[in-house]
């Protein structure tokens, strides 16, 4: 039975479940009594099966993870949480100090947008565990205090930047496709052309481009749509370079990708340039070219608000745009 009591100006509720008292307090009597029975109902014996965390994950990367944009930072991420102390918690058991401490010991390790990162992992672990695979009532994430997400990284590469960086890349000469750093170079100069993300990049393959139409079709995106990609003059001679009989296109894996772009960066003598930023780059250049409407779609941002993260035209600019 549950107890609710006035505690100043607000409310105490407290349960206990198989033998474990559970308390928090509301700034409401409704607030306190709506968790109370939450609680409750959690808490009775037969009604969800005993299921860790850890056994979400585990399923969350078998399952759900392959096939997904994300599917090597999923399945590392939910291996990594597999061995935290709160993977060893049944999910009825499991509540919103459990993920707060988590949230507060990840913090002093990492930086907040990697939290929200994680967080957005468990979150869609959650939605399955109290939906599909009824493993828990409600999710405990409801609630908790998020991060405050950074401001939107805003480096803009310069040109001198990019030909330091071809040059390191072995494509001073002009395109080349024949060693993987070359490929990887060729890979961010086609980003800074389209905007598309590495991983879209790297699963292109022939059955999808269309160099005559200067179309690009991507099967599957990060959000899960599909969508064309316009190919501007220079994209369409950059994927010329390519033999035609070679799928994927670029022939790399991500993380081939990534560590020879490091190595490409180092070697470039250039600073704190991330081979996304590319994606800010082009879209900032196709801004020029395209209206919203069409620059949204182009990309494949749903919501015309996230643009802002990437538009940052300044007001000089703009008042050149004025009569």
């Known amino acids: 039975m549950a107890s609710i009591y006035r505690l100043g ?15 928090e307090v509301f700034p409401t009597k409704q607030q306190a009594a709506a968790w109370a029975m939450d609680k409750e109902a959690a ?10 965390l850890g056994d979400a994950l585990k399923r969350y990367a078998k399952e759900v993870a392959p096939g997904r944009a994300g599917e090597t930072w999923e399945v590392t991420r939910c291996k990594a949480m597999e061995r935290l102390d709160m993977a060893k918690i049944l999910l009825k058991d ?8 988590w949230r ?27 939906g599909e695979w009824q493993w828990m009532h409600t999710s405990p994430l409801e609630g908790l205090k ?19 960086i071809r040059l390191a890349g072995g494509l001073d ?47 599957k995106t990060k959000n899960g749509d599909e969508r064309d990609v316009p190919l501007s003059t220079t994209a369409v001679t950059i994927l010329k370079a390519f033999p035609t009989d070679q799928d994927p296109i670029f ?39 395209l209206d ?4 949204a779609r182009a990309i494949g941002h749903r919501d015309l608000k996230s643009l802002m993260i990437y538009y940052n035209e300044s007001a000089e600019d703009m008042a050149k745009r004025l009569a």
Not at 9 to 23: C, F, P
Not at 110 to 129: E, H, S
Request: glycine share 4%; charged share 35%.
């Open 9 to 23: 100006k607000k409310w105490r509720a407290q349960v206990s479940i198989r033998g474990v008292r559970q308390t």
């Open 43 to 52: 808490g009775k014996v037969g009604k969800m099966p005993n299921r860790t």
């Open 94 to 101: 499991l509540d919103r100090s459990d993920l707060a401490s």
């Open 104 to 130: 507060d010991d990840r913090l002093k390790q990492v930086k907040p947008a990697t939290v929200l990162r994680d967080i957005n992992l468990l979150r869609g672990v959650f939605k399955l565990c109290a």
């Open 146 to 164: 998020l991060p405050k997400p950074p401001k939107g990284r805003r480096r803009r590469i310069t040109e001198d930047e990019i030909k330091r």
């Open 173 to 219: 000469k002009g395109y080349a496709v024949h060693t993987a750093t070359q490929r990887t170079v060729m890979a961010f100069l086609l980003a800074l052309e389209t905007a598309m993300r590495a991983g879209e990049i790297l699963s292109l393959r022939w059955k999808y481009v269309d160099l005559k139409k200067r179309v690009a079709h991507l099967p």
């Open 251 to 289: 022939a790399l894996g991500d993380r081939e990708r990534d560590a020879l772009w490091r190595k490409v960066m180092k070697k470039a003598a250039v600073d704190d340039l991330h081979f996304h930023d590319s994606r800010a780059e082009a879209i900032w250049a196709l801004s020029k070219k």
């Open 292 to 295: 919203v409407l069409q620059l």
